[in-house]
C-alpha cells in the first residue's frame, strides 16, 4: 500500500520493512524507482527501529526533531563515527504493538522524505490489522 499510494501522486519509490533486529522482512520496488531507493528505504527503516526505542519516538522525522535540537558530537546518543544504515531523512516509521516497536517501514523515492513518510503511513495503516 505505501508504494502504490505514492505511485497515485505520481512518485516512484521502494518500501522496506524490517523486523526488531534489522532484518529485512519484505522489499517492493515500484516501476521505475531508482536504485537508491532500495538501500535508502531500508536505511529509514533500520533507523526507525534501531534509535526509535532509545529515543522514544516512533518516526525518523521525531528522531531528527530530537537529534537537531541537539548540536555537537557528545551531547546526544550518536558515536563520533556514522553507524551504517542510520539516516535522519524523513520516511522512516514504526510498527507498534502494545506501544512497543516490532518493526519498521521506510519509503524513499518521492521528491521530499515527508511525501515518503505519507505513504509509509498508508502502508502502516493497511498493515495494522496484521499486527493484531
Known sequence: ??????????YRVTATVVNAEG?????????D???????HSFN????????????????TVKIYEVAKKRV????????AVPIKGITLN???????????IV???????ASDGVIDEECAIKGREAAEPLLR
Not at 524507482?33 to 538501500?39: I, S
Not at 524523513?90 to 512497543?100: E, H, S
Request: hydrophobic share 45%.
Open 1 to 10: 500500500m505505501a508504494v502504490d499510494s505514492c505511485q497515485q501522486r505520481g
Open 23 to 31: 532484518a529485512i522482512v519484505a522489499v517492493l520496488r515500484g516501476d
Open 33 to 39: 524507482a531508482t536504485p537508491h531507493t532500495l538501500e
Open 44 to 59: 529509514k527503516a533500520y533507523t526507525i527501529i534501531t534509535l526509535g526505542p532509545i529515543m522514544k519516538v516512533n518516526s
Open 72 to 79: 555537537g558530537v557528545g551531547t546526544w546518543a550518536f558515536p
Open 90 to 100: 524523513a520516511g522512516g516509521i514504526a510498527f507498534l504493538v502494545d506501544n512497543k
Open 103 to 109: 518493526g519498521g517501514l521506510g519509503v524513499s523515492g
